[in-house]
């Protein structure tokens, strides 16, 4: 088994400083493999490597690194005492004494130089020692690129230019610092949801002990106001519970004996006493919190484009630098000093940190946003995927419906009473196993009808059409038309079955060896804002919604209807629900499958993004699922699609303005109309609105 250590990185700036932490950290002989994940400020190493030797493989940017397994965190350091910034800022006075003496004296006085030096070395010392490694092992990014156009301008005589590229750099890559603390601050709100502790109850004594030590089958006591610490299942009390976290859904879930409450969810009212079920580091938030990093991590398409476009873009705008600096002087005769300095704010403008942040920090900042309303999309690929979808296929059972059959008509015949009839049946299916057997039972519950008044024996179940038992002396049928004779059921009778039939119900017939008493009508819901949600989806762009159903044609086509969907798909098997999902990927280039995580899973894995329900069969729909609805609400997938539409959209903007921002600063350059401070304002600009736009999905 390979030796596999997790790391969380506080202090994390740049993607190109994570690549080259990650270099780093490869370097260190007793490593065999590491991998940073920028989005989610986490190193994976495989092998063995000390703290010490980590930090010091990430001293160059003031990287600290935490076990993940450890609870302790380095102290925040508010925004304006960060090392970084402060030098910033001591830079700054030197650059406005510099201006002021320079409005004195003049800009050739030696004092002037001296400012302006010390602007550059103390605002730039990080800068530069990153930069002239890089330049040492003829490695270009941003970094060298700002290196030697600084030094450039110095040596050119341009202290001013120098000093204030410095400054201005020194403030773009603070801001982009904090941006992206932003994007990441979704995850961490999730990894502070679950307490630190619990209360356990053992004998006839409780204790409070760290939730790492808590084992499964504990009994933990959560009094009104607190948060569940684990995953497990109620044994005593009942109490509202906030699943917010969890799921996203803000109105609190009644948990009674018996029911699952998951870590990390509110206790509103009432105290409960919950078994452990599983340990800390299994449960479903934990789970969640590692899905949602991994997605955050996986390059999306967009992305895998700019890095690759990146890896060429930076050798090419130095090659650009170079020949401006140097053609014109040569070909022309034109003035040296002049054209290196065109050349040099060439570096300035062409250095590529807004194209290379224009796709992650948006990809960061939308998977992020979309766990906190409930909303697991595990990568940048879904999530772009989801943007494009032009056609769904729902399964019926558990996603259009809400998966539990619920008694709907009751029909009465030669003299029996509606609850005459669903007592005698709720007596007899009490013993039954059947989906429908457990509808009837609950319906009698609900109207307070007594099960255990009646002596029933002789049970028999006859698979497929239903049960017969011995009531009170008596002996009666419970189940399917087919159970009865021909000549019991009358043409009466024959008529319910048939218009409840058609109405997408299936129908219990109740009777004995004489005749039929009644039938008893019982239908899996709609969910309540399926047309919503079918509505929705249309108005988001997705113009084909497909239903695939074992289900029976006439049942099949009742939901259809409710559900405002026109082309439904009935009574097909696992293997032809594959084959309607493979035509649709022809038919339109996308398709998603939205199914309930457990059945379906050959479909669910055909399609180009599978969507599960995730409250039925949790731990399998985050295995299996590329989306997950946490709460079962279909009102999160028209949600799930904007927002990834939204986020194509300013991915692209952000390219487009990354693009455009530097190609027409690139052409003002050529003629001497932007400055080296211009330029590098031109760049933080481009920066600036590719973070500040991405943010934007956070308000989504």
């Not at 330049?135 to 301008?153: C, E, H, N, P, V």
């Not at 630098?321 to 040099?344: M, N």
């Not at 419970?478 to 119900?505: N, T």
């Not at 309540?528 to 695939?548: C, F, K, N, P």
Request: hydrophobic fraction near 50%.
């Amino acid at each position: 088994m390979e030796n596999k250590q997790v790391y969380r990185l506080q202090g994390l700036s740049c993607a190109n400083c994570a690549a080259q932490f990650e270099k780093n950290v490869k370097a260190i002989e007793t490593v065999e493999e590491a991998y940073v994940n920028f989005g989610a400020a986490k190193l994976t190493v495989v092998g063995t490597a000390t703290l010490d030797q980590l930090e010091k493989a990430g001293a160059f940017d003031g990287i600290h690194v935490i076990p993940e397994h450890e609870r302790k965190e380095v102290p925040h350091v508010p925004f304006w005492k960060k090392r970084a910034n402060v030098l910033a800022f001591i830079s700054a006075v030197f650059l406005v004494i510099g201006y002021l003496i320079s409005f004195v004296k003049g800009e050739q006085h030696g004092l002037v130089t001296v400012m302006f030096a010390l602007a550059i070395v103390i605002g730039g010392y990080d800068l530069f020692r990153a930069g002239l490694a890089n330049l040492g092992r003829l490695q270009f990014d941003m970094k060298t690129l700002m290196t030697i156009a600084i030094i450039g301008a110095a040596l050119i005589g341009e202290w001013k230019e120098g000093a204030v590229v410095v400054f201005l750099f020194a403030v773009s890559e603070a801001l982009e610092r904090y941006s992206m603390e932003r994007a990441r601050r979704s995850i961490r709100h999730l990894m502070d949801l679950a307490p630190k502790k619990a209360l356990v109850r053992r004998g006839n004594r409780e204790y409070e002990v760290d939730v790492d030590n808590l084992q499964v089958n504990d009994i933990i006591v959560v009094k009104p106001g607190q948060k569940i610490a684990a995953d497990g299942v109620v044994v005593n009390g009942a109490s509202s519970v906030n699943e917010a976290a969890i799921t996203g859904e803000s109105l609190p879930v009644y948990k009674t004996v018996g029911d699952d409450v998951y870590a990390g969810t509110l206790n509103e009212e009432g105290a409960l006493e919950v078994r452990v079920t599983k340990r800390v580091g299994d449960s479903t938030i934990v789970k969640i919190i590692h899905l949602v990093e991994e997605a955050q991590a996986e390059r999306a398409p967009s992305q895998q484009f700019v890095d690759r476009f990146a890896r060429y873009y930076t050798p090419a705008i130095m090659a650009i630098a170079a020949l401006v600096s140097i053609l014109p002087p040569l070909l022309f005769s034109e003035d040296w000093k002049t054209w290196i300095y065109r050349g040099l704010a060439v570096l300035v403008v062409g250095c590529p940190c807004a194209l290379v942040i224009s796709t992650p920090v948006a990809i960061v900042t939308a998977i992020g946003r979309a766990a906190r309303i409930g909303v697991l999309i595990k990568g940048g690929v879904y999530l772009e995927t989801l943007g494009r979808l032009q056609a769904i296929a729902f399964d019926k059972t558990g996603t259009l419906t809400k998966g539990m059959p619920e008694v709907t008509d009751i029909r009465t015949f030669h003299g029996r009473s509606e609850e005459e009839l669903l007592h005698l049946s709720a007596c007899m299916e009490k013993y039954s196993q059947h989906p429908l057997a457990a509808a009837i039972v609950r319906k009698a519950k609900e109207k307070a009808l007594p099960l255990d008044n009646f002596d029933v024996t002789n049970f028999r179940s006859m698979t497929g059409k239903g049960i017969t038992a011995t009531v009170n002396g008596e002996t009666y049928y419970v189940g399917s038309p087919a159970l009865f004779s021909d000549h019991l059921l009358s043409q009466d009778v024959r008529d319910v079955i048939q218009a409840l039939q058609q109405e997408g119900k299936t129908v219990v017939v109740v009777g004995d060896t004489e005749q039929v008493f009644g039938v008893i009508a019982i239908s899996d819901q709609v969910r309540e804002q399926v047309a919503s949600v079918v509505q929705q989806l249309r108005a988001a762009g997705v113009t084909d919604i497909v239903m695939v159903t074992g289900d029976n044609q006439a049942t099949a086509n009742a939901i259809g209807k409710a559900a405002g969907i026109t082309e439904v798909r009935a009574e097909l098997l696992p293997e032809d629900k594959l084959h309607i999902i493979k035509e649709m990927k022809q038919q339109y280039g996308r398709i998603a499958m939205a199914g309930d995580g457990v059945n379906d899973a050959p479909a669910l894995a055909a399609a180009d993004v599978g969507i599960a329900m995730g409250r039925n069969g949790t731990d399998v729909a985050l295995e299996t699922a590329d989306v997950v609805l946490m709460a079962d609400d279909l009102q999160q997938l028209p949600y799930a699609i904007r927002l990834s539409r939204r986020t194509l959209r300013i991915i692209q903007q952000n390219i487009a303005v990354a693009f455009l921002l530097k190609l027409l600063a690139l052409i003002f350059i050529v003629p001497g109309w932007l400055t080296l401070w211009m330029a590098i304002f031109a760049d933080m600009g481009a920066t600036l609105i590719v973070l500040f736009n991405s943010l934007r999905l956070m308000r989504v």
